[in-house]
T-cell receptor, first 115, second 117 residues
Framework: DTGVSQDPRHKITKRGQNVTFRCDPISEHNRLYWYRQTLGQGPEFLTYFQNEAQLEKSRLLSDRFSAERPKGSFSTLEIQRTEQGDSAMYLC?????????????FGSGTRLTVV | AQKVTQAQTEISVVEKEDVTLDCVYETRDTTYYLFWYKQPPSGELVFLIRRNSFDEQNEISGRYSWNFQKSTSSFNFTITASQVVDSAVYFCALSDPGQGGSEKLVFGKGTKLTVNP
């Protein structure tokens, strides 16, 4: 197992374009989380899935953001009509229900720059 | 609501100095977890330690040590004999059960440590 993978590592896009990021969790992990980290801040929770169900969304997740985990495996995070304020590192993490926080693992992140 | 405060925004030391990074947390939960992560310039979050609220023993791992004090709601991190490779941003984080036991994390704003040769 290679851990949590995120693709792409870096993305530069023009304001108003749509972007999509992908996260592949550790294979046996049934929980998947998305966090956003802006410059000079700690990561902030956006949303999470248990299997394919999206169970919680932060108020940070505006209507332009949508996340899916169609078969309970990989997840995608789409941002529509990007704005400069969306520039951030988007981090994915996964874990196994019932293990508390043991095995909570982050990916390397996707750094989004909106120009 | 859960809250983590890292009052030190930036610290600069000379190699071989000892340095302590402070973390103060707020929670009403009786069971919780505390974490430290390192974020080098490359950006990935590197897990350093996890502590549960029932284990107040201090921990040492090589040059790293952690002091957990429930009485003061603090979980401080000390690097002994710092090295240039320790330069990074360090985050303290607290578990947040959220809705239906989401097990998300709440992070502090981080402390940027610069170790100069």
């Amino acid at each position: 197992d290679t851990g949590v993978s995120q693709d792409p590592r870096h993305k530069i896009t023009k304001r108003g374009q749509n972007v999509t990021f992908r996260c592949d969790p550790i294979s046996e992990h049934n929980r998947l989380y998305w966090y956003r980290q802006t410059l000079g801040q700690g990561p902030e929770f956006l949303t999470y899935f248990q299997n394919e169900a999206q169970l919680e969304k932060s108020r940070l997740l505006s209507d332009r953001f949508s996340a899916e985990r169609p078969k309970g495996s990989f997840s995608t995070l789409e941002i529509q009509r990007t704005e400069q304020g969306d520039s951030a590192m988007y981090l994915c993490a996964s874990s196994l229900v019932g293990e508390g926080y043991y095995g909570y693992t982050f990916g390397s992140g996707t750094r989004l720059t909106v120009v | 609501a859960q809250k983590v405060t890292q009052a030190q925004t930036e610290i600069s030391v000379v190699e071989k100095e000892d340095v302590t990074l402070d973390c103060v947390y707020e929670t009403r939960d009786t069971t919780y977890y505390l974490f430290w992560y390192k974020q080098p310039p490359s950006g990935e979050l590197v897990f350093l330690i996890r502590r549960n609220s029932f284990d107040e023993q201090n921990e040492i791992s090589g040059r790293y040590s952690w002091n957990f004090q429930k009485s003061t709601s603090s979980f401080n991190f000390t690097i002994t004999a710092s090295q240039v490779v320790d330069s990074a941003v360090y985050f303290c984080a607290l578990s947040d059960p959220g809705q239906g036991g989401s097990e998300k994390l709440v992070f502090g704003k981080g402390t940027k440590l610069t170790v100069n040769p």
